[in-house]
C-alpha cells in the first residue's frame, strides 16, 4: 500500500462518500475500485502502435455543438448517425485511429456535450 492525498471536485466526493456508506467500504476502497477500472481501461491505448477502434456517443441541444469536431476529424470516423432523444441531439459515431488522434476527439466531443461517452472495441 501506498499513501497519497489527492485533491477531488466537492460533489465528486460526497458522491465517493455516499457509495462507501452504502456499500460499507472505506472511502480508499471506493477510489481503488474506481481508479481500477479507468486504467484498465486505458491499458490498451498505451501498447505501442495501438489503433483505437470505439464508438463515441455525444447528447447535445443541437448538432451544430460537434458538427465541426465531426467535420475536422473525417479521416477517423467510420460512420456516424444523428438522432433525436427527449428534444436533444445524439450522435454516435464509430471512430478509429492512432490513440492519440481517438483521445484528442474523444476530449473535444467531452467539452462540447451535455454528456459524452468512448466505448472501446479494441
Ligand atoms: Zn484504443
Ligand atoms: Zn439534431
Known amino acids: 500500500m501506498k499513501r ?3 485533491s477531488l471536485p466537492r460533489d465528486v466526493a460526497d458522491k465517493v462518500d455516499r457509495i462507501s456508506q452504502e456499500m460499507g467500504v472505506t472511502r480508499s476502497e471506493v477510489v481503488a475500485t ?3 477500472e479507468y486504467l484498465e481501461a486505458r491499458r490498451s491505448h498505451a ?3 495501438h ?5 463515441v456517443m455525444a447528447l447535445t441541444d443541437a448538432f451544430s455543438e ?8 473525417k479521416a477517423h470516423i467510420v460512420a456516424y448517425t444523428h438522432l433525436h432523444v427527449e428534444g436533444r441531439c445524439l450522435t454516435i459515431a464509430v471512430v478509429k485511429g492512432a490513440a492519440d488522434q481517438i483521445e484528442k476527439l474523444t476530449l473535444e466531443v467531452a467539452k462540447r456535450s451535455k454528456i459524452s461517452r468512448y466505448v472501446p472495441l479494441l
Not at 460537434?66 to 476529424?73: F, L, Q
Open 66 to 73: 460537434i458538427g465541426d469536431v465531426i467535420e475536422e476529424n
Open 51 to 55: 489503433q483505437c477502434l470505439g464508438v
Open 34 to 36: 474506481a481508479l481500477q
Open 4 to 6: 497519497f492525498g489527492v
Open 47 to 49: 501498447e505501442p502502435g
